[in-house]
């Protein structure tokens, strides 16, 4: 069991020992999570509906804090931080959730220019990456569509790109490619690997086990009721920190 | 700054339409109730301050001896006696002609050749103001005075008189700013409720922004500008209506010259009060949105 062992700090990007979340008065839905993510890898998240994935990756992009236990990002304790210091880690993170959450007013051009924008980048440093994403994800010529007029597959593209527009240095996203063709599924994946090779880390919730096998040297977390299993044992002992 | 800047491109984070719906007309409607009970309360303010600047030092004596001839001298040597006094400002014969012209409109003889009028035994009145703030040492200066220059004549201040319309005046003018102040209560409810409202509309995006780094900082500051606009709208709108209601009254009331009408007025002061209470309602509109939209923030994550 991976939460027999103590975590091993020593430059992890992330940091969780002994967290455990509970909504309420209810029992915890994780449990003794511990597990160090370091920087530049690639890893995805698996286990059953209800296991706890998307609770996990909600106190990895900074909107839940933990019940009990120790979080760091960036080498900071994310559990005493003050409120206001944390969107300046919120802007070095990248989320893609399951529904999108895209803001339906806007246009698929505007989602996708909002973390540029918010973080201060002016309209004239903004429209080149902009227009290559949009490119990029194929829907150059749908860039003023809203939301609602989007393919489900559509909007999850428009989503990722996003999440990646800023270059961010933590990646997390929650099933990115539920609602895309096998096809795009890959060329989405590869973007995760293009972003990976260039320092970012990736955290993937995915149900998809063929997803899995198709980046290398990439690792797994398996949640089972609200506990952190570790089968190929590189989450505790990264090949890197191996002695 | 009463409206925040934000740049173009962040106020399309919030939908085109307006907010609040009914907000700016509820704001219009109260601030036009405000400007109102301001300029009452203003008016009424000045006619119970003119009042009693008239009545604090004013006495009349009234000198009624039976034989015309007596009661004009007794009132020619009061006069006199009176001016001459350190303690008197002024001192003045009312003249029979005015008592009868004032006598006249009840009589319903506005000519003076009223014979009724004319036979009447009228009082001969001695108005006389006094200098200063201290009315005691006067008074009993001006009792001496009068039994020895008029036996008999009595001594009406002003102030035993009208005193108490002043009072109520003054009452009135003090309810006119409780008015003023409930209203604002009002409006900035009106303002907290818009903002409660506008966060639950918008929890979504609010959401979206914070986890992509937003501060509250600038979630604030998209939500209280377009509240301080809604409610601009909202005031001016109730500003024109109220200063449209205020020029017609003034006019109506410019054709009334008698008594107390006269000392209703707003003066520059009020005018100016009336100007400025627009721009603080804005101003406490968007400062109400603000710490409201921060406290509302503060809950979320």
Known sequence: ?243 | MIIPRVPVQHRRLLPDHRLSGPTPWVIAILMMLTLLAAAAGVGLARSANAIGDAIAGRVTVQIVTANPVTRAQQAAALRRAAAAQPFVLSARSVEPEELQATLGQWFGSTEGDDPVLKSLPLPALVDIDFVGEDRAGPMRALRTLVAREAPGARIIPHAEWLGPVARLIRSLAWIAGGMVVLMALASAAVVIMTARAALGTHYATIEMLHLIGATDRQITRLFQRRIAIDTAYGILLGSLVAAAILLLIGWQWSGVTSGLATTASLGPGGWALLLALPLLAIALAALTARQTLLAALKKIL
Request: net charge neutral; charged share 20%; proline share 7%.
């Open chain 1, 1 to 243: 069991m991976t939460d027999a062992a103590p975590a091993r700090p020593g430059g992890a990007m992330v940091e969780f020992d002994g967290v455990g979340l509970r909504y309420g008065p209810d029992a915890e839905v994780l449990c003794d999570i511990s597990f160090n993510l370091q920087p530049g890898s690639f890893y995805f998240l698996t286990g059953a509906s209800g296991a706890g994935k998307t609770s996990l990756l909600k106190m990895l992009y900074l909107a839940q804090r933990p019940s009990r236990g120790i979080v760091r990002l960036f080498g900071e304790d994310l559990v005493a931080m003050p409120r206001h210091r944390l969107p300046g880690f919120r802007r070095r993170i990248g989320v893609v959730f399951q529904d999108f959450r895209l803001i339906p007013h806007l246009s698929a051009r505007d989602n996708i220019a909002l973390p540029l924008r918010i973080a201060g980048v002016s309209e004239e440093d903004l429209s080149g990456p902009v227009g290559e994403m949009l490119s990029w994800i194929g829907l150059g010529d749908r860039a003023e569509a809203r939301p609602a007029t989007l393919s489900g597959g559509e909007q999850q593209r428009v989503a990722i790109a996003r999440a990646v527009i800023a270059r961010p240095q933590l990646l997390v996203a929650d099933e990115p490619t539920g609602n895309v063709d096998p096809e795009m599924a890959m060329r989405l994946l590869g973007l995760f690997e293009a972003l990976n090779r260039l320092g970012t880390t990736v955290v993937v919730a995915t149900h998809d086990i063929h997803l899995i096998s198709r980046i290398e040297n990439a690792q797994m977390m398996r949640l089972e009721r609200g506990r952190l299993s570790d089968p190929t044992g590189a989450l505790r002992y990264p090949p890197a920190n191996r002695t």
